[in-house]
């Protein structure tokens, strides 16, 4: 959904998948109905900022868990999350969005829609002046085979000299490790 | 006229709204909802309804994977979030695809054709026992009445027809040939066959609880357990 500008167009068919599930929503629920679509209102609003003013880890978690929420409105049973969440002492600001497209990345490469099961654990931790999060991602049947290439996008993102990525795979599980040196 | 409905779509949310729209056709009767392709595949060769509503996108088998399955044995609208699928899906004949979110006056039109062909076929079923049919023995053409052919048997997309001049073969799903004879004198013996009454000339016990038919040309025919039960009710003295 995120691009390295606020003028660049919301990913379409995260934006048409989320609209259609939350008009559905609004027969069975309106309560949630509302509230996802503040949540998706509220991810718009964080895209139009993206670029013009700094944002921080914290930010960002906050915007992943709209996301999250949204994904889950469509996948329900097929998406399982689990969130071990510790913020860093520091603010580690970001000059724009990082780990939403990232996430987002992971999500289109390892086709979630297309298993029967995701099981998402996302953690956050500080160490040695790092923040490091953690994307583990286990899909049923199997998982899509191969580590995912980062370069360009982390490029578009301005981002390749302030953190790095360790992957590792398994037959089910794919590991993502994002470790933020620095403020950027 | 009832239309029996199964709803297959991976999306909880996307076929509750489906629900919630096909809840206003009175002629509408929702059998069944699938998740997947495999689900979909049990409960249609189960419950054999009129159509399906059938998603494309579905993890594992997609729509279009079951579609090709299933051949022309039931009636399909393919429901799909992206118009680009639609020219596959008529390639397959289905019979009308609808784009999501679903507009209730293009499902009425799409409701109105479906209760038109069913209709339509069901006008056709029934076939007198001298109907004519031309049928191609190697070489040779033949016209042959109905009541000579004593099997159906479903062979590939066609369907294998014994009779007194041997076998041959039309281009049609046993289905479709079903809904076209008249029931006093064909049975469905199971998914693969269908054999005319009065050529069943013994039945005996088959291990599998259903029955063994030997039929006059000498033919031993499977019928499955739920159809023995079915023949034997059809076949009841209190039935006179």
């Known amino acids: ?184 | 006229m009832t239309i029996k409905i199964i709803i297959v779509d991976d999306e909880r949310l996307a076929r509750s709204e489906l629900k919630r729209l096909l809840s206003k056709h009175s002629q509408i009767e929702i059998i069944d909802e699938a998740k997947n392709a495999e689900e979909a595949s049990e409960k249609i060769a189960e419950l054999k309804p009129d159509a399906i509503f059938l998603d494309i996108h579905m993890p594992g088998a997609t729509g279009l994977e079951l579609a090709e399955s299933l051949g022309d044995d039931v009636n399909i609208i393919f429901c799909t979030a992206y118009d680009q699928f639609a020219v596959d899906a008529f390639s397959l004949n289905a019979m009308d695809y609808l784009v999501k979110p679903v507009n209730p006056e293009r499902l009425a039109e799409s409701i109105d054709k479906l209760e038109k062909r069913l209709e339509q076929s069901k006008g056709e079923a029934g076939l007198p026992d001298d109907h004519k049919l031309m049928v191609k023995y190697g070489e040779q053409m033949r016209i042959i009445e109905l009541r000579e052919i004593i099997r159906f048997e479903s062979i590939g997309n066609h369907a294998a027809i014994y009779t007194p001049y041997g076998k041959a073969f039309l281009h049609s799903s046993l289905n479709k040939i079903e809904a076209k004879l008249d029931e006093k004198h064909y049975f469905r013996a199971s998914r693969s066959d269908i054999i005319r009454l009065d050529a069943i000339e013994s039945m005996e016990q088959a291990i599998s609880y259903g029955l063994t038919a030997t039929l006059t040309n000498g033919q031993t025919v499977e019928i499955s357990r739920r159809q023995a039960t079915k023949l034997k009710q059809l076949l009841e003295f209190t039935q006179l």
């Not at chain 1, 998706?40 to 609003?45: D, H, M, S």
Request: glycine residues 2%.
């Open chain 1, 1 to 184: 959904m995120f691009e390295n500008n606020a003028q660049a167009p919301l990913n379409p068919h995260f934006l048409f998948n989320s609209m259609n599930a939350i008009r559905y929503m609004i027969f069975e629920n309106q309560d949630q109905a509302s509230e996802l679509l503040s949540n998706l209102a509220e991810l718009i609003r964080y895209q139009l900022a993206d670029g013009k003013t700094k944002t921080n880890i914290e930010n960002e978690l906050v915007q992943v868990e709209h996301l999250l929420s949204l994904e889950q409105l469509r996948l329900e049973e097929r998406l399982d999350v689990t969130l071990d969440i510790n913020l860093p002492a520091k603010p580690y600001r970001l000059k724009q969005t990082l780990i939403l497209p990232l996430l987002e990345y992971v999500f289109i490469e390892k086709d979630i829609y297309g298993v029967l099961h995701n099981q998402l654990t996302i953690k956050c931790a500080e160490s040695n002046d790092q923040c490091i999060i953690t994307i583990s991602l286990t899909q049923s049947p199997k998982i899509k085979p191969g580590k995912l290439e980062f370069t360009e996008l982390l490029t578009k993102l301005n981002a390749s000299d302030v953190c790095e990525i360790n992957q590792t795979l398994t037959e089910n599980c794919y590991n993502m490790e994002l470790i933020i040196n620095n403020d950027y």
